[in-house]
T-cell receptor, first 115, second 115 residues
Framework: GDSVTQMEGPVTLSEEAFLTINCTYT??????LFWYVQYPGEGLQLLLK?????DKGSNKGFEATYRKETTSFHLEKGSVQVSDSAVYFC??????????????FGKGTKLTVNP | DTGVSQDPRHKITKRGQNVTFRCDPI?????LYWYRQTLGQGPEFLTY????????KSRLLSDRFSAERPKGSFSTLEIQRTEQGDSAMYLC?????????????FGPGTRLLVL
C-alpha cells in the first residue's frame, strides 16, 4: 500500500539556521503531497501542498517541491525561528474507490529551534 | 467559519467501558474523516463519510468501533468494551468534495486514556 517515510527526529537547530526535513513516498498512482504541522497543544494544520509533479508548495517561508523522479517532497526553510518549533508531518493522498481521499502520514519529525 | 470542533477534548475511562466522541465539521463540508494518532506516530486513517454515507473503513476499525454521521452533519465515534490499546488521540477532519481544494481541516482531537 501507499506509504510515507520521513527523516527521524528530533531535529534541534539554532535560530536563523537552514532547515531540511526529508520525505519520500511510495504510491501506485499520482498522489497529492502535503506537509502538516502540529504546534504544542494544538491540532494539525496544513502547512503546504502540491498536487502534481514539479509543483512547489510554499507558505510562511517553508517550501517543498514535488519530485516524481525521486518520489520526494522535502521540506525546507532558509531561516528558522523559535516559533517554528513543532512536529512536522509529511502526508500523501490519492482518490480511493469509494471517493475517499484519505491521508497517509509519515511518523512526524519534531523540530526544536533554540534562540 | 468556526473550524472543526471535537468533544470531549480529554476522556479517561476504565477498561471495558464504552466511550463516545463527537465531531462537528466545518458547516458546508460534506466529507468527514476519523483518524487515530498514537504517541510518536503519525495519524492513521479509521473511516470516511461522504454526507451521511460511510464509504470506507480501515482494517484498524475493529468490531468494537462504530461511527455514524446522521443527516450528514456531526459525526460520532463509539468504542465499546475499551482496551488499554485504544489509548490514543482521535482526530476528526472535514473537507469539501467539490471545488479544487479538498484540503482536510483537522479538529483539536480527543485524547483517550484507558486505565
Amino acid at each position: 500500500g501507499d506509504s510515507v517515510t520521513q527523516m527521524e527526529g528530533p531535529v534541534t537547530l539554532s535560530e536563523e539556521a537552514f532547515l531540511t526535513i526529508n520525505c519520500t513516498y511510495t504510491a501506485t498512482g499520482y498522489p497529492s503531497l502535503f506537509w502538516y504541522v502540529q504546534y504544542p497543544g494544538e491540532g494539525l494544520q496544513l502547512l503546504l501542498k502540491a498536487t502534481k509533479a514539479d509543483d512547489k508548495g510554499s507558505n510562511k517561508g517553508f517550501e517543498a517541491t514535488y519530485r516524481k523522479e525521486t518520489t520526494s517532497f522535502h521540506l525546507e526553510k532558509g531561516s528558522v525561528q523559535v516559533s517554528d518549533s513543532a512536529v512536522y508531518f509529511c502526508a500523501l493522498s490519492q482518490r480511493q474507490e469509494g471517493g475517499s481521499e484519505k491521508l497517509v502520514f509519515g511518523k512526524g519529525t519534531k523540530l526544536t529551534v533554540n534562540p | 467559519d468556526t473550524g472543526v470542533s471535537q468533544d470531549p477534548r480529554h476522556k479517561i475511562t476504565k477498561r471495558g467501558q464504552n466511550v463516545t466522541f463527537r465531531c462537528d465539521p466545518i458547516s458546508e463540508h460534506n466529507r468527514l474523516y476519523w483518524y487515530r494518532q498514537t504517541l510518536g506516530q503519525g495519524p492513521e486513517f479509521l473511516t470516511y463519510f461522504q454526507n451521511e454515507a460511510q464509504l470506507e473503513k480501515s482494517r484498524l476499525l475493529s468490531d468494537r468501533f462504530s461511527a455514524e454521521r446522521p443527516k450528514g452533519s456531526f459525526s460520532t465515534l463509539e468504542i465499546q468494551r475499551t482496551e488499554q490499546g485504544d489509548s490514543a488521540m482521535y482526530l476528526c477532519a472535514s473537507s469539501l468534495s467539490a471545488g479544487g481544494s479538498k484540503t482536510q481541516y483537522f479538529g483539536p482531537g480527543t485524547r483517550l486514556l484507558v486505565l
